[in-house]
């Protein structure tokens, strides 16, 4: 696949000083973070991680609808974060909500998935932000760490759902964002990415099981009217830009 995302129209090569050519500088507000290809955001002035809807337990509350997914979404996705964490390390993570797919996604966690988000909490302070899917759960013993509808630090924001009116700065999720992209030997890929455009970030969903939103669609394009953005998508060993101009629709429509 990355050898694929290698080839995709327009898309600049990986950054040679940066990680290792693994991330992408994204400058917001003054800030310079990383985009990492796992889809997580880090601020190493700050040495904070930020990650966006991981929706643990999607597929435990679609089996309470008795709509039967494998269940092992939660446990991939606490895999591939726990790997992003020992890969930078943060001393602070920031998860921008729809961490749960429900209220009582912590109720239904398994021993085993409970203590490897604990092992992960250990020693850093963590924050969870209130999503729409999430706005209050369950908060047993083992669920460490801080809760907010938001949090600011110095001149950047972290929220869940974007802001309708521009806000310089600003960090949120909720949407979702995938960009269809275009390769020189022909056909496409969908692929989760990050859009910024300098004064806000729209991060990717992190969990297994969360679906995408085009990056053309209004809902993230009306959010950057007038602004020269980018998508920022995730190839398998780094992040490529691609201009919103050079990026698909869907086939479908």
């Given amino acids: 696949m990355n050898a694929h995302v290698g080839r995709l129209q327009g898309a600049e090569a990986p950054p040679t000083d940066q990680g290792q050519g693994r991330e992408k500088v994204l400058r ?15 601020w190493p002035d700050e040495h904070l991680m930020v990650v966006a809807d991981l929706h643990l337990e999607k597929g435990s509350s679609y089996a309470r609808r008795r709509v039967f997914l494998p269940p092992y979404d939660t446990a991939a996705t606490l895999m591939r ?3 992003a964490i020992a890969r930078l390390p943060p001393r602070r993570v920031v998860a921008l909500g729809d961490s749960f797919h429900d209220n009582g996604g912590p109720s239904r966690l398994s021993a085993q998935d409970a203590a490897a988000l604990r092992a992960m909490q250990v020693g850093r302070d963590w924050l969870w932000i209130a999503g729409n899917h999430d706005p209050a759960p369950e908060r047993g013993a083992w669920l460490d760490g801080d809760h907010a509808d938001h949090h600011a630090v110095g001149p950047i924001r972290f929220r869940h759902e974007p802001s309708v009116s521009p806000c310089d700065g600003e960090i949120a999720g ?43 669609d209004p809902a993230i394009g009306g959010l950057f009217a007038g602004s020269e953005h980018h998508a920022h998508v995730l190839g398998r060993d780094a992040v490529y830009s691609v201009a919103r101009r050079q990026c698909l629709a869907d086939a479908r429509r």
């Fill in 28 to 42: 917001l507000n003054g800030s310079a973070f990383l985009a990492d290809p796992a889809g997580v955001l880090y």
């Fill in 81 to 83: 974060l726990a790997a």
């Fill in 174 to 216: 909720h949407l979702h964002p995938v960009a269809i992209v275009g390769g020189r030997a022909g056909g496409s890929l969908r692929r989760r990415c990050f859009v910024a455009d300098g004064r806000r970030c729209i991060m990717p969903a992190f969990g297994a099981y969360a679906g995408g939103l085009n990056i053309l």
